[in-house]
């Protein structure tokens, strides 16, 4: 009798371990897409969170987006800085900060655009002059 592994076997795990691995990594893009776009709708949650965080504090907040996927919320002595996917590109932004007053109506200079692009797709988040609405559109 003779120990060992027939070509035919050996082709045939190898070519299973193939398919398995392929399939594990297309599994992980798509988890890297889906927390991506999931990301977006954090940073658009997080905007309308500032605006509700200034009312409550009855403080100025700000939303800052830095050049490193990241972005920075303040309202008096608190500050938090979160960070997004690398997928996510800022691909124009018409302000430089988001700013609420207390009363959550949008600043002087804190309302406007800001486009977003993922797999070819443009997110645009819109923060209205005078009342503040945050909008997402996809």
């Known amino acids: 009798m ?6 035919i076997e050996l082709v045939a795990v190898i070519s299973i371990l193939l398919i398995l691995t392929t399939i594990g990594l297309n599994k992980s893009s798509i988890v890297e897409n889906y927390r991506a776009k999931q990301d977006i709708n954090m940073i658009y949650k997080d905007i309308r969170s500032a605006r509700n965080l200034a009312m409550s504090n009855k403080k100025m907040a700000t939303v800052s987006f830095n050049k490193d996927n990241s972005y920075t919320i303040s309202c008096g002595d608190y500050m938090e ?8 590109k800022l691909m124009s932004k018409n302000i430089e900060n988001i700013g609420f007053t207390k009363r959550g109506a949008a600043t002087q200079n804190g309302s406007g655009t800001f486009i977003f692009l993922l797999l070819n ?6 923060v209205e002059p005078v009342t503040g609405k945050v909008n997402l559109k996809k």
Request: no cysteine.
């Open 121 to 126: 797709r443009e997110y645009k988040i819109t």
């Open 2 to 7: 003779k120990r060992g592994f027939t070509l």
């Open 81 to 88: 800085r979160k960070r997004y996917s690398q997928k996510i």
